[in-house]
């Protein structure tokens, strides 16, 4: 949709009021949809794993390459073959990790892609190039070129997204909204602001 990989058109007004909300969150954009605090426990889960797990292993390999350097006129001792103790615990324990960071992430998924949230309104989003356009509900048939979504607080809506061009893909950051948009495809998705504000809509596509 534009040359930058992050173009910024407009916002989305999730209520009649126009307070900004965005930008006081601690490294996260404002939670401002129902499964945003899904999103972000499953992204700051695998984030403090991974420090975790880095920080160890580089701790202890910076430690074994001080402490088992060679040294003048000491031979090296024969290394061990398994230790069965060990090789479990490093097994099983990342498995059972691994098998969390799935089912949060699998959680999420299926919240995001169910696409049939009860009390729904149902807005058509066309995608081309440097723009967004909406059309809200059946009634209406003319899109919104200005590229503003509105809704309000509490309600459920349902976008059926469409490309008239190339591949664009529908982010909002504030909702932990992400979606691409196929040329030749219809793409579904929903969301339900809980928060008064304008938000920004990007494409997150390059």
């Known amino acids: 949709m534009s040359p ?10 999730a209520d009649a009021a126009s307070q900004t909300t965005s930008g006081d969150g601690l490294y996260l954009p404002v939670q401002a949809s129902t499964y945003a605090s899904e ?3 499953a992204f700051n889960f695998i984030l403090v794993v991974c420090t975790f797990f880095f920080a160890l292993i580089v701790g202890i390999a ?3 390459v001080i402490i088992y350097r060679r040294k003048p006129g000491v031979a090296p001792e024969p290394s061990p073959s398994h230790h069965t103790l060990l090789e479990v615990t490093w097994t099983i324990l990342p498995s059972l990790i ?8 699998i959680e999420g998924f299926t919240s995001i892609y169910n ?3 009860d009390g729904e309104i149902d807005v058509t989003v066309k995608a081309s190039k440097w723009k967004w356009e909406f059309k809200h509900g059946d009634h209406e048939e003319v899109y919104d ?3 503003k979504l509105h809704c309000y607080v509490g309600q459920k809506v349902r976008l059926t ?3 008239e061009d190339f591949l664009h893909s529908l982010y909002i950051p504030a909702f932990r909204l992400k979606m691409d948009v196929v040329p030749g495809q219809y ?8 928060r008064a504000g304008e938000y920004d809509i990007y494409c997150a596509e390059y």
């Open 62 to 64: 910076t430690y074994f």
């Open 39 to 41: 999103i972000d426990h």
């Open 98 to 105: 691994l098998v969390y960071m799935f089912f949060i992430g």
């Open 161 to 163: 997204l469409q490309s």
């Open 115 to 117: 696409t049939n949230p």
């Open 187 to 194: 793409r579904k998705t929903w969301f339900q602001a809980t």
């Open 4 to 13: 930058n990989l992050f173009a910024n058109f407009t916002g989305i007004l």
């Open 145 to 147: 070129v200005e590229g």
